[in-house]
Antibody, heavy 116, light 112 residues
Framework: QVQLVESGGGVVQPGTSLRLSCAAS????????MHWVRQAPGKGLEAVAIVSYDGSIQSYVDSVKGRFTISRDNSKNTVYLQMNSLGPEDTAVYYC?????????WGQGTLVTVSS | EVVMTQSPLSLPVTLGQPASISCRSS???????????LNWFQQRPGQSPRRLIY???YRDSGVPDRFSGSGSGTDFTLKISRVEAEDVGVYFC?????????FGQGTKLEIK
């Protein structure tokens, strides 16, 4: 079955960078778009970045444009989220999810805490 | 961006009774190919969201058949025919037709 495992979260100081990874299995990774969704503590859900099946299309929500970069390595069945210039507002659990127009399933998430 | 509006935000339900959650979008979710990318998710306390329904009414594998989705255009509904204790949690609708994907505020289902 489809499995998505996120890693790379942690506690970082404002202004620093972090790279999240999501290892996928159980489906033909290179045929599907992927995206990242975050959930701030006690808050709702926000889709932050999306990449097409071949990596040629990336899109971002306005709040992360210019700071976050989504990429993928189809040879490693992995999607990445490079996060730069992190601020307290980026504190959240980050989930990776399968799909371009569709969404699901999701991974278990990785917690990113931005705090001084 | 497409605004998703759920109601109610709080839903106390007696065990064995039905429950219904509404989700309305600010724009039609039908894409140029005729697909409607509307999903429903369940988030149990302390867990990550789990997709229940995709493309309005298709149930995910392993989802009990007491869950059903319906609707079209801008108006969608998630129904639980008979609520069980394990259904406690927050339910979200999500549209994927237009980027950015957007979510409803969430409906907290609790047992009365």
């Amino acid at each position: 079955q489809v499995q998505l495992v996120e890693s790379g979260g942690g506690v970082v100081q404002p202004g620093t960078s972090l790279r999240l990874s999501c290892a996928a299995s159980g489906f033909t990774f290179s045929q599907f778009g992927m995206h990242w969704v975050r959930q701030a503590p006690g808050k709702g859900l926000e889709a932050v970045a999306i990449v097409s099946y071949d990596g040629s299309i990336q899109s971002y929500v306005d709040s992360v444009k210019g700071r976050f970069t989504i990429s993928r390595d189809n040879s490693k069945n992995t999607v990445y989220l490079q996060m730069n210039s992190l601020g307290p507002e980026d504190t959240a659990v980050y989930y990776c999810a399968k799909g371009f127009y569709d969404s699901g399933p999701w991974g278990q998430g990785t917690l990113v805490t931005v705090s001084s | 961006e497409v605004v998703m509006t759920q109601s109610p935000l709080s839903l106390p339900v007696t065990l064995g009774q039905p429950a219904s959650i509404s989700c309305r979008s600010s724009q039609s979710l039908v894409d140029s190919d005729g697909n409607t990318w509307l999903n429903w998710f369940q988030q149990r306390p302390g867990q990550s969201p789990r997709r229940l329904i995709y493309k309005v009414y298709y149930r995910d594998s392993g989802v009990p058949d007491r869950f059903s989705g319906s609707g079209s255009g801008t108006d969608f509904t998630l129904k639980i025919s008979r609520v069980e204790a394990e259904d406690v949690g927050v339910y979200f609708c999500m549209q994927g037709t237009q980027w950015p994907k957007t979510f409803g505020q969430g409906t907290k289902l609790e047992i009365k």
